[in-house]
Every structure is written in C-alpha cells, then in structure tokens.
Nanobody, 120 residues
C-alpha cells in the first residue's frame, strides 16, 4: 500500500519562501514514483474547495494554477520517491493545507497534508 507524507510547512511572512516535500513509501524506490506517474500538489483553505496548484506528468511538462505560476515550482527530487514544491514570494492568500497526490494505475493516493501559513 502506497503511503504519502508531506513535510516542510510552516509560518512565513509575506514574500518569504518554503519548500514542501512529499515522500512515498510502500513502493519500489526506483524509478521515482513521482517521475513515472502524474503527480500533483493541492491546497485547501477553510471554507474553500481543494484546488490543484501544480502538476507534473510522467517525464513530461508541468503546469500551474494561474495564481501561483512563476512563484511555485514542482519537481521530482533526487531523493528516491520524493517530490517537492518550491514556493517563493508567498502571499497571505497562499495560506492553506497543502496535499500531495500521485495517481498510480488510475488510483489516487493522498498525503495527510501540511499547513502553510503566510502572515501579512
């Protein structure tokens, strides 16, 4: 059973940066599970629906929500079965719980989430 765990969340000031990581267990370490499957980062703030902010396709292009394009970068890390979300120039509206997601043979897997809070 594949399990995902996010880390790297925290409290930062407006304009600050954070690097979120998502580690996968329960699957082979090579190739990186996030490189060979569609992987995404979502976020959800109170009272709002969960929204996708970044995705990467197997060995293919990435895509971003318009509000984070140019500030966020999704990538498969060199650490086995790890992907990252580099977040720069953070804004108060980026405050949310961030979740990683990977789809393996049509089945989605989710992590429990990590809180990101941006103070003004």
């Amino acid at each position: 059973q594949v399990q995902l765990v996010e880390s790297g969340g925290g409290l930062v000031q407006t304009g600050g940066s954070l690097r979120l990581s998502c580690g996968a267990s329960g699957t082979a370490s090579s190739p990186n599970v996030f490189s060979v499957n569609t992987a995404k980062w979502f976020r959800q703030s109170p009272g709002n629906q969960r929204e996708c902010v970044a995705l990467m396709t197997p060995y293919g292009p990435t895509n971003y929500r318009e509000s984070v394009r140019g500030r966020f970068t999704i990538s498969a890390d060199s650490t086995p079965n790890t992907m990252c979300l580099e977040m720069n120039n953070l804004k108060p509206e980026d405050t949310a719980v961030y979740y990683c997601n990977v789809q393996i043979t049509m089945k989605p897997y989710w992590g429990p989430g990590t809180q990101v809070s941006v103070s003004s």
